[in-house]
Structure formats: C-alpha cells, structure tokens
C-alpha cells in the first residue's frame, strides 16, 4: 500500500532511502548493486549485508510509531540509525528538523542528551546508586544542579508507580520495577522523541502487559513521540497507532494496525496477522456497506471508529442494521452476517474503509 510521507516541517521523524550495509568494502558498492540484488545476491556476490535497505518513513509529533519484524529483519538497526549509535551508509535522518547526518560531534551529544532518549531492553542501571540518583542521572550530566534534579527524579519516581524506593538499589528490585526506572531516567530529560529497542521482551508476560500499559498511559499523559521496535505483534498492535513492518532490511508494509490486519499487503505480513482477532482490531469503517434495496436505515446509530467486538451487544439487540455514523452522517450500515464474517474472517458483503457510504 501506499504511505504518504509527512512534510519535513510537520514530522518529528523523517527518514529518507537508509541505508546500512554490514561487509568488506560496504561504502564502495554502488547504489544500483544494491538495488537490483536480492539480500542472498548481495552477500553472495559480496560479502556485504544490508541490514537496513532503502528504508523512507516518517513519524508524527506525538506519534506512538511501532518497528517490528522477525529477527535479522533490521529494525534494531534501524532504530539504532536514528541518532547514529550505528553510523548510516547512506540516506538523510531529520528529527524535530535537526539533519542527524550532518550533525557535528557536539551536535550530536547534544541531540542524544536533550532531545532523544533511548529505552534499551538491558536496563543499564548504575549499581552503586539508588533509584532516585539512577533516574536523575542524564540530568546530572546536562549539569542540572542538584535540587531541581532530585526534584524532578521524585515526580518521576511517582509517575512510574515506584514511590518508597528512591533509596533501593537496582539489585534488590524485581525485572520490571528496573524496567520501570530505565524508562523514568529516558523521561526525566523531558525528551522530544522516546526510542524504544525491545525493552520488554526479557521480561515475564505478566510484568511485560504492565509495562506495555504504562508505556501506554504515560505516551497518554506526556504526549512525548515513541518510535517502539519489537518482534511481537499483539505488543505491536497494543502499542502503534501505525505499525512499520520490515523484513531483510526492507519495509513491506506500513500502516494502522486496522490497516494491517484488514489488507495485508503480502504473503510475509498475512502470515503475521492471520491469528489476529479481526474483532477485536477492525472497526465498523473498515466493514459498513452500501443499505440492501428495502433494507431500513431507522436502526441504532454507532461510531465509524466503533471497534466490531464492541459493535456486537447493539447488533444482539436489534433485528435491524446498525447505522454507521461519521462526523454526524451516516456512511453506512453493517448487520449482524457483516459482523459474524467480519470476525470469522470470511469474505463478507461490506465495502473496506466506508466505500459504501449512503
């Protein structure tokens, strides 16, 4: 499918045709090698890798963005790009309009200290110090002074459910209650951009949901911009308002999770979310139609955005076809055959994304 692509002046996140090639003379290959071989064609013939090919999206403001893919996809790499941990091969990197390609040495500390932060999924916690001083310690080396700086740690501490352990030490606390001061520290900056790298994905399923929950609360309440790579879908369709999906290097697909789930645009990406629940991600928009000659349009209204799961209780409670409203009109109906194949995942007689509107 096709993604338009955010002007410059409105992305958080631009990336346009990156490039990183791992191998033996990887800055010398020309750009048309690398386009016209497969990933086995380019390490066969020489010995390079392109972890991450011709990569171009960009990342609104205030947009919880989700990278995922198997592993070797490239996502971390990718990620990783973004402020140069890993230098690109090629291409151009914007965030909040400061080209991170051209960026000085200075620059980019400045870039990494003040305006990126980064959640790995080792939490990297200073031993010696408790929590409070962990969380405060990228203000330390801004040179905050000291006050203001334990002042914010300690709205952060509360803010990530960790009141009473200012003190502790990060070897007497459980994997997520780590977890949850590594994402304080990134959050005490006051960043811009959060860069998440798998941080959950060592950590038990239960803690793992908690942490996933406050991600979410907190992108709620800060309305900082997260780009999140994973390798799980339902943590990917939990977390992204639009999920990147990248395979050997490449994106193949890039879209809402409703998007992903409704049209997958191959083989790798249906394989993805052929056990996805359709109910519980598609909406009546996706599903509403074009009214039956004679059906009637006098049944209960509900949101387009209305998720089909929830749809189910008003369609039990009435014999007629919903009306599917959007912005205080309707666009159209879905009964209950609509839903029932909607959640099966049989063809059924609806338009995708309110084609049928009456």
Known sequence: ME????????????????????????????RDLLT?????????????????RDVTLSVRPGEAFVVMGLSGSGKSTLIRCLTRLVEPSAGEI??????????????????????????????GLLPHRGVLDNIAYGLEIQG???????????????????????????????GGMRQRVGLARALACEPEVLLFDEPFSALDPLIRRDMQAEVTRLHREAGTTMVFVTHDLSEALRLGERIAIMRDGGIVQLGTPEELVGTPADGHVAAFVRDVPRGEVLSLRWICRRPRDGERLDGPPLPSGTVIRDAVPTAMGTALPIVVVEDGRA?????????????SGLPGTGTATGTGRV
């Open 3 to 30: 993604e338009s692509v955010v002007p410059s002046g409105g992305a958080a996140i631009e990336v346009r045709g990156l490039w990183k090639i791992f191998g033996p003379g990887a800055d010398r290959l020309p």
């Open 36 to 52: 016209r071989l497969s990933p086995t064609e380019l390490r066969e013939r020489t010995g390079c890798v392109a972890a991450v």
């Open 94 to 123: 914007t965030i909040a309009g400061q080209d991170v390609r051209t960026a000085s040495p200075t620059q980019l500390r400045q870039l990494r200290r003040h305006r990126v932060s980064m959640v790995f999924q080792h939490f």
């Open 144 to 174: 905050v002074p000291r006050a203001r700086r334990r002042r914010r740690a300690g709205e952060l501490l509360s803010l990530v459910g960790l009141d009473g352990f200012a003190d502790a030490r990060p070897d007497t606390l459980s």
């Open 331 to 343: 666009v159209g109906v879905v009964d209950r055959l609509d839903l029932l194949s909607a959640m």
